[in-house]
């Protein structure tokens, strides 16, 4: 199985969106939207080449978008270092 790895900065953000979430509009909407997110990034991960080519988002890296449900946030993977 792939796994992510979130960096300490990305782990602040989704604690971020959590307290947002649960002021805005509840602890369990504030749990999907975690949950959600976290799918996302395990499909990313098992599935690093899904999505085109986001040439605007790499100027010297290989990055990709895919499309979403309206309602999830924009995620990319950026490939290699």
């Known amino acids: 199985m792939s796994r992510y790895l979130l960096t300490p900065r990305a782990e602040q953000d989704f604690h971020e969106i959590r307290r947002w ?7 369990a909407a504030a749990r999907k939207v975690i949950l959600d997110l976290r799918s996302q990034l395990r499909n990313l991960a098992l599935h690093p080449d899904i999505g085109h080519a986001q040439e605007d988002l790499a100027s010297s890296r290989d990055a990709r978008g895919h499309r979403r449900r309206e309602e999830e946030p924009d995620v990319r993977t950026v490939a290699g270092p």
């Open 21 to 27: 979430y649960e002021r805005q509009r509840g602890t």
